[in-house]
């Protein structure tokens, strides 16, 4: 187009600046092709931009979506059997009796048995594999068994649990002198502990290995020992971060059904004791949800849903917080 | 107070070799579990196993080949579904991490990574199964997409993430348009590291029974419509192994040594390639 441009244009040849009247302007000859593409790329870049916006919208409304669902359909429940409902010690859908402390209870058991027997193993990986030995092969050996414990499907630990884990039970519970019938709340917290060992280690280890190098070397140089570095400056250093695994560890134990389903043993009766058979929240919805043939009945087993869903909700959120405070 | 030198040493030495002894035992139940599973599923996989339909208790033969589809239809469903919307919203939250939408949008997604499986089934029921009148591989599919989506999202931002900013500035500055930018280069560029989310996705949700009980629910028989109730391989360890039949257990051990050994090459595959292309996932 510099082409058309007649002579008497602004220009800066021989150090003379003329300028050109209105009327003077040369035509522009518009490329149609070019402005047609343009224009089209216009179009699609607005059209793709649309729909990263809606992709991020759908996010929260999935979330909003699924949690109005479980609000709506456990409706009739709080209807008809309002709060006591959750302190109710009977569940008994035959005669409409429906009572969730014996699940309330069961859950908080296996989840935290499972929690006091996971941690000291989680936190000695991480402190393993971020103190001790972060590099060389061993370390990555242990690293990538410790990563695939979380790949495991958990109806195959839950298979696993009933043939090998619940008989060695049932052997301990002989011996202790209890009802020996292997499958109770201590196999499932047992079989739970195993399942989240990798949460609260792979976090932790991120944690041990951001402590500032000079704050462990100012202790070194102060004459303290490993282990006084790891109590009196990693642990302190790491404690919200260690927090925030043992979090996300329980978020996962309160939620995990498939395996506790299969080794709980299932009754609706309240736990006597830690070898008693028991049921949590996830695993008497496993079982009853498509067994449930009134409408009080099912919504129960949804408000049951919507409280694991609520708690886990709380679990995760407070969790990735105190995680990114500590990143950042 | 004095406490003598070797006391602390040897305080430090006995804590070391605590650390180091639990940290090794960790390695004991993935071991036990392997080799058990190995053990007892390899002698009961074979040509049968793997191309015929279960039999009725008392007969001897049977296998699972419509566990075998139906888990291959219904992962492939989710999958096909969960990574256009996935890959997308990666994208997004990472081209506009400051954005107010992104905050939230994020915040869903780690609510999303949290919920326990059995919710999604749950809502699933209530979205897909009540409304149709009837359980349907279809509905299965889309419970396990909501699941993969937080995998996928994440590993898709943060790959992106990492890509240097020049580039995508060299790109703006040839003067392509944004959408071309994204989709010709910086999405290639992070390719790897999106295809390791998305494998890593599949491998998480190929083992998820508690969203299957109440959407594909299950079928004795082979079938390939989605439109109708599909068997799926967790399904059948799960239906198998709490039965008490013993020609059923054998199956359902065959079955989960096929499951894990696909689950656990995947996650390998996704480690061995994210090692190749130094993308920290």
Redesign the interface.
Known sequence: MSNTISPNVITRSNDSLRVITSLQVPTVEKDKLSYKRSQR??R??R???N???I??????L??L??LV??CV?SVPSIKSLGLSYLWGRTWDPVQDIYGAYPFLIGTLITSFLALIISI???F??A???GE?YPKGWFAN??K??????A??????????G???MVPAVREIEMQLGYQPLGVGIFSASLILS?MI?PYA?SLGRSMVQMVPSNLKEGAYSLGA????V?RSVIFPYTKSGLFAGIL?SL??A?????AVT?VIGNTSLLPKNIFAPGNTM?SV??NE??EADKPVYLSA??EL?LV??LV??V???VG?KVISRFTK | MKTSIKFRIGKSTGFKILVIVLACSCVLPLMAILLFIIKEGITKINWNFLTNIPKPVGEIGGGIANALVGSFIIVGFATLIAVPIGVLCGIYLSENAKSKLAYWSSLALDILQGVPSIVIGIVAYFWLVKPFGGFSAISGSIALAIMMLPVIVRNTEETLKMLPDTLREAALALGMPFHRVILKVIVPCGLSGIISGVILAVARVAGETAPLLFTAFGNPYLSVLPGKPMQSLPLVIFNYATSPYNEWHDLAWGASLILLASVLLLNIITKISTRKWKVQL
């Open positions: 790329h216009i699609t870049e059209m793709f931009r729909t990263l916006v992709m991020g919208i759908l996010m929260v999935l979330v979506a699924i669902t479980l359909q000291p193993f989680s000695a990986v402190i393993f594999l001790y050996f242990i990538n068994t410790v990563e695939l414990i790949a495991v499907p958990s109806v195959i630990y839950g298979f696993w009933l043939a090998v195993i060992i280690a020992t490993k282990w006084e790891i996300l978020g996962r309160l939620g995990e059904t498939m299969m996830a919805i496993a949800f498509t087993l949804i849903g694991l869903f886990t909700v679990i995760n959120v990735k």
